[in-house]
Nanobody
Framework: EVQLQASGGGLVQAGGSLRLSCAHSGFSFDDYAIGWFRQYPGKRREGISCITKADESTYYADAVKGRFTISVDNAKNMVNLQMNSLKPEDTAVYYC?????????????????????WGKGTLVTVSS
């Protein structure tokens, strides 16, 4: 059974940093794409960073490029999102997701298309 659990959200001042973590079980990074999404109230969930093992380049949404970094810790079955230089507009509920990986599809595809499996979200609030 695929399970994901995001943590690390909280309240931070603009310009500060947070590190989100996603603990996962039931699948291997060899076979799945993993990513971080966020959702504003009343809006659809949007992909901000996704990665596949086969895709050595990762996808970042323009809004977070240069500020956020996704990383995978296979030994701990964790996917992390380091968020620096946070802005009030980064305030949202953040979710980690996973989807079976297929050859030919990269991080961009999965971030734009969504994921099959989701963990519960974690709220990030950035104060101005």
């Amino acid at each position: 059974e695929v399970q994901l659990q995001a943590s690390g959200g909280g309240l931070v001042q603009a310009g500060g940093s947070l590190r989100l973590s996603c603990a996962h079980s039931g699948f291997s990074f060899d076979d799945y794409a993993i990513g971080w999404f966020r959702q504003y109230p009343g809006k659809r969930r949007e992909g901000i960073s996704c990665i596949t093992k086969a895709d050595e380049s990762t996808y970042y949404a323009d809004a977070v490029k240069g500020r956020f970094t996704i990383s995978v810790d296979n030994a701990k079955n964790m996917v992390n999102l380091q968020m620096n230089s946070l802005k009030p507009e980064d305030t949202a509920v953040y979710y980690c997701g996973a989807d079976p990986f297929f050859e030919g599809y990269n991080g961009t595809y999965y971030c734009r298309g969504g994921m099959e499996y989701w963990g519960k979200g974690t709220l990030v609030t950035v104060s101005s």
